[in-house]
């Protein structure tokens, strides 16, 4: 079972998680009994409802995740960084019992982020102090199988930055139970060090060759008796040891030339741990859990988004619920892609409160139906959906729909939104019913255009599961539309303009920061307001039968499940 309360798990009381961008999760020996599997695979697992009920508050939405038995992984992202994250893709490796069962082995999300190639590894290797060579055996299984569609990084080591971490059961060697013990009770850790195993492989294994770690000065993680902080005390009396760990590695620069006969940039991306410690006061478990903060510094290869989106400030009046946007040059859209609206705390993207088709036209307009609009005062963000990437494109910043709640503030807009002729080229939907969790508050931002660029604070922690689910079609109907339209002009950019990032950060459950560098300009200074903080494949789905009436469609959550398998 989870514990109550994770917050100084995820650093949420100590202010720092306002400057993170990026959480990432992993567990490992999470309940997979075939009862408790059922009911996941039914409904969403209860870590990760934790997580998602904890984190949508402060506007983590969940990017992607991936299980296999009890090894879950998570990551999460602040929603402007959404359009960001794109080629996300997961996968999984089983190395129980020669490869047929998943207790033991590896799941990955990886993806590209600000245009670099990023890959988390959540693993769970063989137990016990004479298993090191199978530990080795297995992560380099894992490395051979695991491979991603795309023209680059198919494996995890051709990616430009890996984080490697979980339950990697490396024991400590030689040294008796006595003198570990003194040795922890004396806090001389140091003494300790040379004989990890895991320290010594990365001087003696190829596979380990450029891993890096910070530097373990908390105590071993394994073995606890569950409910306290005291050391194993059963008859085995299990030695302790740092099984739980958390390394990157970055890679190397090419040798070759590049395009053009010179030699690729060097530096371009760097990242520095800031954090590394294990929590004690958490007592579920038989070990404690691990959490890491890094900052990354790299050269941003991505300054706008796929898809802008421009809307009103606020919507006082069903007819204003017109969206405009405009798509870059080379983004492949497809008739399946929609456009949803969101309340502020929303937790992953199909979180939505209403959505509206957004058809491959010329004229790229969409209109909420009165029906399909909040009733009341709140904020909203909206998001361009491409089905083809299976991610959010585009967003908002958050903007403000008051509307009355009684039949005499709908009766008024009922002659406004009535028009003799009708435009094809707009389909709107009605709302399905609404999963998202209560806003939270938060400043109101009153921008049309978001400043999306912005990349700060990563949050790892292994965990995830390979999402499956059936949906109903959504009632769909076609509306007029509305005399008065809103006139909403988009703004004017210079020629060869691009909007400028500014420095963000990674959180790592392992974590870490995340900082982009203009290589003509050099580093920009960072704003006073940004901080420092952190903490896995989803592949792609081809539309589905593009071109199809609009009777024949179904919700963007019933295509999700057509997609998705119900698990491995």
Sequence with gaps: MPPNDVTSLLHLNTGETNDVDMIAIGLQEVNSKINKRLKDALFTDQWSELFMDVLSPFHFILVSTVRMQ???????????HLPFLQDIQTDCTRTG???????????????CIFGHMVCFLNCHLPAHLEKAEQRKEDFATILHMQQFEGPVANGILDHDLVFWFGDLNFRIESLDICFVKYAIDSNVLSQLWEKDQLNIAKSTWPVLRGFQEGPLNFPPTFKFDV???????????????????????????????????????????SVSQLCYCSHMEYTVSDHKPVAAIFAVQFASKVDKPLVEIYVADEWSRPEQAVVRYKMAVGFHRSSWDWIGLYRVGFRHPKDYVSYVWARSVSGLQVIFSEESLPKGNGEYI??????????????TEPFQI???????GSSSTDSSGSSSEEDDSTLVLLAPKSRSPSPGKMKRHRSRSPSLAKFQGLILRPSSWDRGTSRSPSPQSRCSLPRNIPTIHLPQEEPGSLARADPRNLGLLPALRLEMIDQALGRRQESADQGYYSCWRMSPTSPPGCGSSPKERHSPQELDRQSCPMGR
């Design 382 to 395: 909206l998001g361009y959906y491409s089905n083809t990437s299976s991610s959010i494109a585009g967003v």
């Design 70 to 80: 009890g090894v879950i992984l998570l990551v999460f992202a602040k929603y402007y």
């Design 97 to 111: 019992l020669g490869g047929y069962w998943g207790n033991k082995g590896g799941v990955s999300v990886r993806l």
């Design 402 to 408: 008051s509307l009355p709640r009684s039949e005499e």
């Design 227 to 269: 409910g306290t902080n005291k050391y194993d005390s059963s008859a085995k009396k299990r030695k302790p040891a740092w099984t739980d760990r958390i390394l990157w590695k970055i890679k190397p620069p090419s040798k070759g030339l590049g395009t053009g006969g010179h030699r690729p940039s060097q530096g371009v991306l």
